[in-house]
Every structure is written in structure tokens, then in C-alpha cells.
């Protein structure tokens, strides 16, 4: 019942920056863990960051020092400010929800439909 709702896909050169917004919404009240990962064609699906509610997060190497993931736990929504884009960042990104529900009786995970991120050079 819980669907994420991904917005700031689209086409950058490289060097440019993109800032992508991922909005939870449904019946989960509160969230552990929300994120992004990313796929591109012939390769698999690879974490880029990751954020606990407290706020620890955890980059790909290849993004450190680049990304930068940021929450707004009252309105659900994680965000990704890309700056210095390289071609090959050109993915479908997917926003990612970890969390427990129902009082700790439920595991969740949910997945965004994916935003496309172009990188041209």
C-alpha cells in the first residue's frame, strides 16, 4: 500500500547537476532506511546511496565526494543532489524504502518506477 513517487529525472551535460525528490506515500508512518540505486543497460542493479532515519548514509564509492542524499522524515521524502555528472552516470534510477510495519511485525521493501538520468559529454 505504499507507493514512492520519484520526480528531476532528465537530460544534463556532463559537469551539470540533477537533484532527484523520492516521496513515500500510503500507510507507512515512519521509515528506516530510503535510497537510490541505479541500473544501466548490461550491468546490474548497484546501490549509489542509502540513508537511515538517523540520518547515517552510505555512498557508492564511484558517487562519493559527488552525490549527496538528504532526508525530510516528515514528509517521507528522500532527495539526491548530483553535482559533477559524468557520462557514466547515465542509469534509470530507482528510489528503495526499507522499513518494518505494524509495530515491527511486517518487513517492507518498495521500489519507484525509475527516473531516467542522461549524462551527455
Known amino acids: 500500500q505504499v507507493q514512492l513517487v520519484e520526480s528531476g529525472g532528465g537530460l544534463v551535460q556532463a559537469g551539470g547537476s540533477l537533484r532527484l525528490s523520492c516521496a513515500a506515500s500510503g500507510s507507512v508512518d515512519v521509515i528506516n532506511n530510503m535510497g537510490w540505486y541505479r541500473q544501466s543497460p548490461g550491468k546490474q542493479r548497484e546501490l549509489v546511496a542509502t540513508m537511515t532515519r538517523g540520518g547515517n548514509a552510505d555512498y557508492a564509492d564511484v558517487v562519493k565526494g559527488r552525490f549527496t542524499i538528504s532526508r525530510d522524515n516528515a514528509q517521507n521524502t528522500v532527495y539526491l543532489q548530483m553535482n559533477s555528472l559524468k557520462p557514466e552516470d547515465t542509469a534509470v534510477y530507482y528510489c528503495?524504502?526499507?522499513?518494518?510495519?505494524?509495530?515491527?511485525?511486517?518487513?517492507?521493501?518498495?521500489w519507484g518506477q525509475g527516473t531516467l538520468v542522461t549524462v551527455s559529454s
Open positions: 528503495n524504502l526499507r522499513t518494518v510495519a505494524g509495530g515491527g511485525f511486517r518487513f517492507v521493501e518498495v
